[in-house]
């Protein structure tokens, strides 16, 4: 069955640097990758997408990579920011469904 | 105007009661979702409507009864839920057919069953 794993729960960084959230998925070979931001008692907030064909995608302090044959997603979010702070969620799209990751609490420190 | 709304945001209701929860967007989209958020999970789907017609079911329970009146409702009926059944339920929203077919959220209903 599709899974989708995102590499850590939590990840702290300080104020500036740049942060690097990880989505790997297995036995699928989705067309494109989405990612999404979800603030704590809010809904999921759509972001970037890249397609399977895009190396690359890039939005002001942001970043997404998509190596299929990895099957891997990197998410950058550079000069991180206090604001940044929030869970980030990969998704991608199987039989009409779209599917998540379980989520990677950023914190950025001051 | 791109926002889907929900309501109510909140919501405590016993076991025996019936409840329901709304969802509306004015965006035009065509595709409609309910997700169900357990604390520190993601989002798992429930229910896809596409075009006002039931698409997808992913084995809910028969307590959660959807329905889509019109392209811009969705409403989620509860009936003798369970506590387990406690979660934000998440209403979205997309344009089907679209290459890039993002979805838009509401803020959810936090649903907590006693």
């Known amino acids: 069955s599709q899974k989708i794993e995102q590499n850590s729960e939590a990840l702290n960084i300080q104020e500036g640097k740049t942060a690097t959230l990880t989505c790997n998925y297995t036995?699928?070979?989705?067309?494109?990758l989405q990612w999404y931001r979800q603030d704590p008692g809010r809904g999921p907030v759509f972001l970037l997408l890249?397609?399977?064909?895009?190396k690359e995608k890039r939005k002001e302090r942001l970043k997404v990579t998509f190596d299929t044959t990895l099957k891997q997603s990197l998410f950058h979010i550079t000069a991180s920011q206090p604001a940044d702070s929030a869970t980030y969620l990969c998704?991608?799209?199987?039989?009409?469904?779209?599917?998540f990751g379980q989520g990677t609490e950023l914190s950025v420190k001051p | 105007d791109t926002e889907v709304t929900q309501t109510p945001k909140h919501l405590v209701m016993g076991m025996t009661n019936k409840k329901s929860l709304k969802c509306e967007q004015h965006?035009?989209?065509?595709?409609m979702y309910w997700y169900k958020q357990k604390a520190k999970k993601p989002p798992e789907l429930m229910f896809v409507?596409?075009?006002?017609?039931?698409?997808i079911n992913e084995s809910v329970p028969s307590r959660f009864s959807p329905e889509c009146p019109n392209s811009s409702l969705l409403n989620l009926h509860l009936h003798a839920l369970q506590p387990e059944d406690s979660a934000l339920y998440l209403c979205?929203?997309?344009?089907?057919?679209?290459?890039?077919?993002?979805?838009?959220f509401g803020s959810g209903t936090q649903l907590s069953v006693l």
């Open positions: 979205a929203s997309s344009q089907p057919g679209v290459t890039n077919e993002k979805l838009f």
């Open positions: 036995n699928y070979s989705p067309a494109y």
């Open positions: 890249i397609r399977e064909n895009e």
């Open positions: 998704a991608l799209k199987r039989l009409g469904k779209l599917i």
């Open positions: 965006m035009g989209h065509r595709a």
């Open positions: 409507y596409s075009y006002e017609k039931l698409s």
